[in-house]
């Protein structure tokens, strides 16, 4: 049995990344998946406007929905203020196992928290297992399916507040139409869409960004 996909990334990144610098992690990644092999990774084109909305917000509690390699917990991280947190929810413990070792080649251990297993399970349980009251800012970028009903888990728990941001990636590659009739009908958000191309592809796909208005 050779080694999966995930597992020959986390070498390229061990062989060819500085430790604690997470530019040369995101670079490398980025090299592995353009010349070497494909992976679901948000990417350079739409993780500079992911780079841009964190930048912008400046998040002091965040959220990341489908942590897969840690990629995009890596472009996150790297961005948050000191004291900050990123909640990053992994169901797959074969990837969890991969972003663990990315993030903390990264350095950026003190600013993640990575927890293993299904986002509708642990997100009824944020309160009271990591003392979050609300989050500043959501990445969802987990099964496509996932994206509406989290949402809601997400209202209902109280962990969204006036002004959080929620940046949705894939809405348009593989796609999320549930998700998108949703945010973009509901008064209590205000949605735009950031035009962008699946990662490492020309094939067009999206981030939606939305405003929860309280
Ligand atoms: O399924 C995607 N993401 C969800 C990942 C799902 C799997 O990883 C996290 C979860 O535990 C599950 O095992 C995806 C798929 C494509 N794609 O082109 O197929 C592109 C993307 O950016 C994606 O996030
Ligand atoms: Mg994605």
Redo the contacts with the bound molecule.
């Keep these: 049995t050779g080694s999966t996909r995930p597992q020959r990334l986390l070498r390229a990144v061990q062989k060819k990344a500085t430790q604690g610098d997470p530019q040369s992690v995101i670079a490398t990644i980025d090299h592995f998946c353009r010349h070497s092999e494909w992976a679901?990774n948000?990417g350079d084109e739409k993780g500079s406007i992911l780079d841009s909305v964190v930048t912008e917000l400046n998040p002091s509690s965040a959220l990341e929905l489908?942590?897969?390699c840690g990629y995009s917990t890596v472009r996150i991280a790297r961005l948050l203020p000191p004291g900050s947190k990123l909640i990053t929810l992994?169901?797959?413990p074969a990837?969890a196992a991969v972003a663990r070792q990315v993030i903390a080649w990264a350095g950026l251990n003190d600013k993640v928290q990575l927890v293993e297993g299904p986002s509708g399970d642990l997100i009824p349980q944020m309160k009271e297992l990591f003392g979050v009251q609300t989050f500043d800012f959501v990445f969802l970028?987990?099964?496509?399916d996932r994206y509406l009903p989290d949402t809601k888990l997400l209202e209902e728990c109280g962990l969204l507040r006036k002004g959080t941001v929620l940046l949705a990636?894939?809405v348009i590659?593989?796609g999320t139409p549930e998700y998108l009739e949703y945010i973009r009908n509901s008064s209590r958000y205000e949605s735009r869409y950031f035009k962008s191309h699946?990662?490492y592809t020309k094939v067009e796909d999206g981030l939606e960004k939305s405003v929860f208005l309280g």
């Design positions: 679901m948000v489908g942590t897969y992994e169901f797959n990837y970028d987990h099964w496509k990636d894939n590659c593989p699946l990662e």
